[in-house]
């Protein structure tokens, strides 16, 4: 890209001093926002006897109180909650079971600010409002296709809301009408792309330049493949439901890291055993504050995310610190097909439907598609049965494992003792993708 373009250029190239001025303005505001208007929250900081006059700016973060995704499942459905009601105007959740799921709440202002993250996102990708955006990540209750569409809406752009699934329907509206920017997850461009080469339609003759791909983890070499496949740049975008959805980061033309947006959410590294806070550009695990939020502002959100956090000057022109790839999590979720899955809810299944709590979990990514293998032994008894009464039971705990996960998995039952067992900590998950380099 020769000129250099920003949705909002004063903040996205507003020199660090000024930004880390405007962050401690604005942290100082929300802490007391919180304080006055979350009793949960409250409550941790009376705990740690923090209250809001000791927070005088971004130096004083580290004496808040941290909140996990266990706070956030305690205090389900709306227990962080920190506006009435009928200020709230939207809710979105994490994908996962009901009892596992995240609900966040936006006021109108909450949404615009989001859909503003994602614009930044469509213009450092070269969007304007000639471009047509095909948005292919899932619409509903996940954050993927409300956000970019917001944000495709404000950059102007022609917005496609696909949303996921039926490919032979994305490839006649990609083609019929000129889509320019493609946003989905990075194992579904990759489908996408397999999918037009085998119509014999090649990477000139679509008229995609762009891809906007985030949700999961995905490697230089996945990404190499995607450009190679769609003939496009493909750029990274980051997010988490907690803190609002897609466009807490995203990457610009140097495709070197994600910039977070950093007048919106301030970031810092922790130790993930200690909680002690690591300078910029060591390994750790990502916390957010959001600074703006009104309807579910958290302070200091422990992402689970594990990454490096960078500030030396980029090119681009772009001020806001970024971010690298996640190179995993400091807990057991996995990311399988774009769901969030805890090895802990498949051992529930198994268990509600009365097997053995002796299983592994295989997961691995054939064509560009996660694979779910979940091998579970049978007890003595339970293996006296025939190869028919095998075949059925492996159907239906496959089918009560979709109805928790929402995904579907290859069920293998197993003779007795035929799993390995552990000396130390069962081993339980084996994820044979290599999703970060
Ligand atoms: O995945 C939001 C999103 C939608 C981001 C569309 C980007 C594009 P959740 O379902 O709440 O929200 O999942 C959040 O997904 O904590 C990371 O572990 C992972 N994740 C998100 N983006 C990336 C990425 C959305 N670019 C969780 N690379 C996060 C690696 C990612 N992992």
Redesign the pocket.
């Known amino acids: 890209m020769s000129e250099k373009r920003y949705y909002q250029p004063e903040i996205e190239t507003m020199p660090t001093e000024q930004i880390k001025a405007l962050q401690s303005e604005k942290l100082i505001k929300q802490v007391k926002h919180v304080y006055d208007n979350v009793p949960y929250y409250r409550g941790l900081m009376d705990k740690k006897g923090v209250k809001p006059e000791d927070i005088h700016g971004i130096e004083d973060l580290y004496k808040l109180p941290f909140l996990t995704k266990d706070d956030l499942r305690d205090q389900y459905p709306d227990g962080l909650v920190a506006v009435p009601k009928s200020e709230c105007v939207r809710i979105q959740s ?2 996962g079971t009901t009892g596992r799921r995240v609900v966040a709440f936006y006021t109108q202002k909450d949404i615009d600010l989001w859909e503003e993250c994602c614009a930044r996102a469509i213009v450092a990708v070269g969007g304007t409002n000639e471009d047509v955006c095909q948005v292919a ?1 899932g619409y509903g209750l ?3 296709g409300p ?2 569409n917001g944000g495709s809406h404000k950059v102007g752009c022609l917005t496609l809301p696909m949303s996921s699934g039926n490919t032979d329907r994305q490839i006649q509206f990609m083609t019929d009408l000129g889509a320019t920017i493609l946003c989905c997850t990075p194992s579904y461009a990759a489908y996408l792309g397999e999918s037009l080469k085998e119509k014999g339609i090649s990477p000139e003759q679509n008229t995609l330049k762009a891809g906007i791909f ?5 490697t230089e070499e996945m990404r190499r493949d995607i450009e190679k496949l769609l003939g496009i740049k493909a750029y ?7 803190i609002s ?2 466009g807490v980061s995203f990457e610009c033309e140097e495709q070197n890291g ?1 910039h977070i947006n950093e007048d919106h959410f301030l970031a810092e590294t922790i130790d993930p055993d200690t909680g002690e806070v690591l300078p910029e550009g060591s390994k750790g695990e990502l916390v957010f504050t959001c600074l703006d939020k009104e309807a579910f502002p958290l302070l200091r959100y422990r ?3 594990i990454c490096v956090l960078k500030r030396d000057k980029c090119s681009c022109g772009r001020t806001h610190v970024r971010m690298c ?2 190179m995993g ?1 400091s807990d057991d ?1 996995l ?1 399988i097909r ?1 769901v ?1 899955v805890f090895p802990s809810q498949i051992e529930t299944v198994l268990l509600n439907e009365g097997y053995s709590p002796n299983y592994k979990i295989e997961v691995d990514r054939v064509n560009n598609t996660d694979t779910l293998d979940v091998y579970v032994e049978l007890t003595e008894g339970q293996f006296s049965d025939t190869v028919k009464a095998i075949t059925s039971a492996e159907k239906s705990l496959a089918n009560a494992i979709k109805t928790m996960l929402g995904i579907n998995p290859a069920v293998h039952l197993v003779p007795p003792k035929s799993i390995a067992r552990s000396e130390g900590k069962a081993v339980r998950v084996t994820d044979k993708r290599k999703l970060h380099d």
Request: zero cysteines; glycine letters at 18%.
């Open positions: 994490t994908s990540y996940f954050t993927g956000g970019l985030g949700a999961e983890p995905w990274d975008i980051y997010g988490l439901t907690e959805g897609p994600m992402t689970r995310d790839k996640p999590r979720m990311i774009g969030n």
